[in-house]
């Protein structure tokens, strides 16, 4: 992260976060990259982006920490990076106290935030050297390490190109390269892969598994359930700051419970509102939950490959035209349906494995 100065000075925390701050209340035990007790993060206008989550990433994770836009995920973020302090609750970070400890915090952190910290005048190899200096990383290791993370990063071939001349998805990747320079153990990435094409975010996604195999812990903020599943060991899903749900994506598709029919139709919402009622009202799916979608409606039930025929012999009985239809597993994209009742919004550049 950049050594900056904390962006904003917030109130102090009250009684209760007092009485546990300090490191004379334990929060986690030694293997907990970061370990949350109760977080709370009211901002200077009375804004509660922040409203008393718990949680623990063990050490060697990749976590995902999946919401819509200001669900509270970059203000977290930012309290674990120590650039906002809480105003409840505890938070340590590589086992130091978040209040009292945000020096040796941020010397043993990797921060890359939504907007690029790089230098556009420099060549990419400067912009490395000048992230190693900022660091403090020792002068005689400064060549190797520079070259170490160029490779890494496959910007080895540009070395000596400024920033500016680079791609979107190039300049994330160099950016990620100057978070990387002291060899943090715990990388924070705030949507990291935000606006990039499939491609550019394909090759960061590469990038992130291979530091994670080389042990860095990564605690990851995205708007992108696809890049959710394709990376994440476990995921907490945060919604108006608090957390609605959390495990590993497959523990969390298991909970939406079933399979999900996805029904196209023709003439346009009407018809879509009558094709739900009609599988709301079936009895075969007394549990379903039934969506509309963009061209039609989604049935998700334990019974849907059993009875779906069934179903769409009713729709065409009550002359609805199918125009298609499939059966599929449960994505994250339903998992977060059914936690929210509303799909997350994301921009058009949707991601592909
Ligand atoms: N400096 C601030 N002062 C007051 N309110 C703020 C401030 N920064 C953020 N907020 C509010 O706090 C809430 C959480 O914002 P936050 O940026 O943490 O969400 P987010 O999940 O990271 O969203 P995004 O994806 O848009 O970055 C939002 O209601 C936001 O408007």
Redesign the pocket.
């Known amino acids: 992260m950049s050594p900056s100065e904390p962006e904003?000075s917030v109130e102090r925390p009250h009684d209760d976060a007092r009485s546990r701050e300090g490191g004379t209340t334990a929060v986690t035990g030694d293997a907990a990259a970061i370990a949350v007790d109760g977080l709370e993060l009211v901002?200077?206008?009375g804004?509660a982006?922040v409203r008393g989550i718990d949680m623990a990433v063990p050490e060697g994770e990749f976590f995902g920490f999946l919401?819509?836009?200001?669900?509270?995920?970059?203000?977290?973020i930012k309290v674990f990076a120590t650039l906002l302090s809480p105003t409840g609750g505890a938070v340590r970070v590589n086992g130091f106290d978040v209040r009292s400890e945000s020096r040796e915090i941020r010397e043993s952190i990797g921060y890359m935030a939504?907007e690029t910290s790089i230098d556009p005048e420099l060549t990419a190899e400067e912009n490395i050297r000048f992230a190693c200096e900022a660091y403090g990383v020792p002068r005689g290791e400064r060549s190797e390490r520079v070259s170490e993370l160029l490779d890494l990063v496959d910007l080895a071939g540009v070395a000596d190109k400024r920033a500016e001349e680079f791609s979107g998805g190039m300049k994330k990747r160099l950016d990620a390269a100057t978070a990387l320079v002291h060899r943090p153990p715990l990388v924070f990435l705030d949507?990291p892969t935000t606006g990039l094409d499939p491609k550019a975010r394909n090759r960061l996604w590469d990038y992130f598994r291979r530091i994670n195999d080389l042990g860095t812990t990564i605690f990851l903020?995205t708007?992108y359930l696809e890049e959710a599943d394709q990376l994440c060991d476990r995921l907490a899903v945060?919604l108006d700051?608090e957390i609605v749900a959390d495990g590993s994506p497959a523990a969390l598709k298991r909970e939406v419970g079933g399979e999900v029919l996805d029904v196209e139709l023709e003439g346009g919402s009407t018809a879509r509102q009558q094709a739900a009622t009609i599988a709301r009202e079936f009895d075969a799916f007394a549990d379903a939950s039934v969506t509309e979608t963009d061209d039609g409606i989604s049935v998700t039930a334990e019974t849907v490959r059993q009875y779906g025929t069934d179903l769409l012999v009713a729709l065409r009985d009550a002359e609805l035209t199918v125009t298609g239809f499939n059966i599929r597993a449960p994505t994250l994209d339903d998992v977060f349906l059914a936690i929210t009742g509303e799909e997350l919004e994301t921009d058009d550049t949707e991601a592909v494995p």
């Open positions: 904003q901002y200077a206008d804004t982006a919401g819509p836009n200001g669900a509270g995920k970059t203000t977290t939504q949507e903020t708007q945060i700051g």
